[in-house]
């Protein structure tokens, strides 16, 4: 059975708790939050994978970057140019890999590949820090979405 509050904002918080499982989301109306819930625990009755309604379809890098830009916008957060510079230049490289396939050494060759292009160690570090992409959020996504159990 899901649980669904209210939260601070106004805004309904459904949680799905079932054979080891956790999802949650948040909706402006408590009927799409039950809604959603059904679904979601339609899907596990059924042995599925679900997956949160904001990464369904998200399969490459740049779609995880998209994401991350729409959820600044969403929140009222403008990129500044640093960021956006950053941001632009891991779609153009990356972009297209697709997350299953975005690992380790990948981006120890995107490093490598900068460094190439003179791109120092203080550089490189901050493509990373601005864009607030990191390896571990493209591993816990990747993870979310593979494995059974969460």
Do not use: N
């Not at 459904?14 to 109306?29: D, K, N, P, S, W």
């Not at 399969?59 to 990129?79: S, V």
């Not at 396939?101 to 203080?122: K, N, V």
Request: charged residues 35%; glycine residues 10%; contains cysteine.
């Amino acid at each position: 059975m899901a649980t669904v509050s209210k939260l601070p904002s106004g805004k309904w918080r459904v949680q799905v708790r079932r054979t080891g499982r956790y999802l949650g989301e948040a909706f402006m109306l408590r009927k799409d939050a039950e809604l959603w819930a059904r679904w979601i625990e339609r899907e596990i009755d059924l042995g599925r994978t679900p997956t949160p309604k904001k990464v369904q379809g998200v399969k490459t890098f740049g779609d995880l970057i998209d994401l991350h830009l729409r959820d600044m916008k969403e929140a009222g957060k403008p990129t500044g140019r640093s960021k956006g510079f950053s941001m632009d230049l891991l779609k153009h490289r990356l972009g297209r890999v697709r997350l299953a396939d975005l690992g380790r050494e990948r981006l120890i060759e995107f490093g490598r590949d900068r460094a190439a292009e003179g791109a120092g160690p203080g550089r490189l570090a901050s493509t990373w820090d601005k864009s607030a992409i990191s390896w571990r959020m493209a591993q816990r996504f990747t993870a979310c979405r593979s494995r059974p159990g969460r």
